[in-house]
């Protein structure tokens, strides 16, 4: 038992300074922007505001993605209010909303459970680059009527952001300029060495007191809704809702977990340990079902205020943790204080925290552009898709474009080349010969995944046996996966029959275990000569020198010679 716990203690760590701090920063966060997320999809506010208290602290706790904070985003919250329209129920109803948070926790339990993490783990580079990319243009584009005044039109985000830029005249010029003198603050404590990791928070409270103490006429937000004085109590989900609700409770849950995907690559564990994909759900499944018992809306890994805390400075876990204490702490002692923050304030810090995350990837985009055109069209499709559609159109077109790339991928990286034998013994790769030849043993290393659209080009690229008397061809498998595509071994028949009809013979070698009966259970065995099999061992080349002599001891005994095994 002590051990249980001494592991548990290692897992969890201790608190750092940078830690408390980021918590502070990110709860206080937590205020104007769960509430302005409930509120623009139709929910209560305040079921917004407690989407930082629980979900934080539960999900921190359990997380593999260490920094990752578990609350509510726009894309959930927009999600959950058409899931709950479709299923025509009543969003500001706390048992509606506990019934559709539980029901995605344990969807996204169960899926983390049956280690289903790994499908996500199937998604390219490139489209990963593209979707989290797009979601931090939806994070900026989220807050410009906080930061100017002004929503512009479109369906877009990248029109939304054509048609900010051009409606300039339309900003509200006191908010616009507590926004930039947010960002211009933050801009002077990050240059400041003692300050940087504490810029964003600086900027919150410097602004915050400077428009107080101006009387400045900018939204607060208390116009978003009042702040009770109280923690969060017990709400019971409405259990006859359930049922009409798990479909939509899967498309929430697919929509958390991508939006959470994306966190784990763009912000590493600082302690270098690696990411679990199952883990996150599992993490994030005790946090929605925690939450939605104690009026919380869905959540899932957020991007933005997982940004907010690594900017902060924050290192392990309990950044979130303290996140969600110190949000409690402030509803219960300092509400009428927490609503007199500025919205302009959050609109400008957010939109610092959405344009580091795109500069963040600059790298990685450029890599991409300069690795693949096919990854870079999958990757600016991608983008394309999150920033123009609804978000589980673009999960599902990104999901597809990832088994395109891979299927694409897979099929362009078949190779098959030569293998001879010099006098002194040592194998050398050469081009693959375009004929075989009469009373010789040619030897071909196959590496490829077996995938079917590959199998033309293997095919093609196998010599032309037409005439040769003899001949014999040894087919390296080694490479090949331990369980191959049945169009992979029809092309073992065809080429096997083709080439006895013309006096010549396929070995196989380098043949795992599960290839073996595969290639027994389809008679490939028995057509070849179980002789003509040569497993894999563990000596590399052992099986590689026991097919050529096998061949030669073949053409000896087709043409009434003695065999010689050592023949180069």
């Known amino acids: 038992m002590s051990a249980v716990l001494a592991r548990a203690r290692a897992k969890i760590g201790k608190p750092t300074a940078a830690d408390v701090t980021a918590g502070m920063a990110t709860g206080l966060f937590s205020i104007p922007e769960g509430m302005a997320y409930a509120s623009i999809a139709g929910f209560s506010p305040v079921a917004g505001l407690y989407a930082g208290v629980m979900p934080p602290i539960l999900g921190s706790l359990t997380a593999s993605t260490v920094l990752m904070v578990t609350t509510l985003t726009s894309a959930i919250a927009l999600t959950g209010q058409s899931v709950l329209s479709d299923a025509g129920l009543d969003a500001h109803s706390t048992g509606n909303v506990a019934a559709l948070a539980i029901m995605v926790g344990l969807i996204m339990l169960l899926m983390g459970l049956l280690r289903l993490g790994v499908v996500l783990s199937f998604v390219s580079n490139a489209v990963m680059i593209g979707f989290s990319t797009g979601i931090a243009l939806q994070i900026i584009t989220g807050v410009f009527k906080d930061a100017t005044d002004y929503k512009p039109g479109g369906h877009n985000k990248l029109v939304q952001v054509w048609n900010w830029l051009a409606g300039i005249s339309h900003w509200q010029s006191t908010t616009t300029w507590v926004a930039i003198a947010t960002v211009a603050v933050w801009a002077i404590a990050r240059a400041i060495p003692k300050l940087e990791s504490l810029a964003l928070l600086v900027a919150m409270v410097v602004v915050s007191v400077a428009v107080a103490a101006l009387s400045l006429d900018v939204e607060l937000v208390r116009g978003i809704a009042e702040i009770p004085a109280a923690l969060p109590g017990l709400s019971l989900p409405n259990w006859d809702a359930m049922p009409h609700l798990l479909p939509g409770a899967l498309s929430v849950a697919m929509v958390a977990l991508a939006q959470a995907a994306g966190v784990a690559p763009s912000m590493p564990n600082p302690d270098g340990s690696r990411s679990n994909m199952n883990g996150d759900f599992i993490s994030q499944g005790v946090a929605n079902i925690g939450g939605g018992l104690f009026q919380a809306l869905p959540s899932g890994g957020s991007l933005s205020r997982t940004g907010v805390a690594a900017s902060v400075g924050a290192r392990t876990r309990w950044a979130g943790v303290i996140s969600g204490i110190f949000l409690a702490v402030v509803v219960l002692t300092c509400a009428k204080l927490a609503e007199r923050i500025p919205v302009p304030v959050i609109g400008g810090l957010i939109l610092v925290v959405g344009g580091e995350l795109i500069w963040g990837k600059r790298a990685d985009i450029v890599m991409v552009w300069r690795t693949s055109k096919l990854s870079t069209a999958a990757m600016l499709a991608t983008f394309a898709a999150t920033t123009q559609l609804p978000l589980q159109q673009a999960i599902v077109i990104g999901a597809i474009l990832s088994l ?85 071994l029809k092309l073992f028949r065809r080429y096997a029959n083709q080439l006895h009809a013309e006096g010549g013979q396929l070995i196989l070698t380098g043949v795992r275990p599960a290839l073996a009966q595969a290639l027994q259970r389809t008679g490939i065995t028995d057509l070849l000569g179980a002789d003509d099999i040569i497993p894999a061992t563990t000596v590399l080349l052992g099986p590689l020198d026991q097919a050529v002599a096998r061949g030669h001891a073949w053409i000896a005994a087709h043409e009434g010679e003695t065999p010689t095994p050592d023949k180069p």
């Open 404 to 488: 395109l790339l891979y299927c694409v991928q897979a099929t362009r990286g078949t190779e098959l080349t030569a293998l001879q034998r010099g006098a002194d013994g040592v194998w050398s790769t050469a081009p693959v010969p375009a004929t075989l030849t009469s009373g010789e043993v040619t030897v071909l290393n196959y590496d490829g995944s077996s995938f079917f659209a590959e199998l033309p080009r293997l095919e093609a690229g196998l010599p032309d046996f037409t005439g040769a008397r003899n001949a014999v061809l040894v087919l390296v498998l080694r490479a090949a996966p331990d369980i191959p595509s049945s169009a992979m």
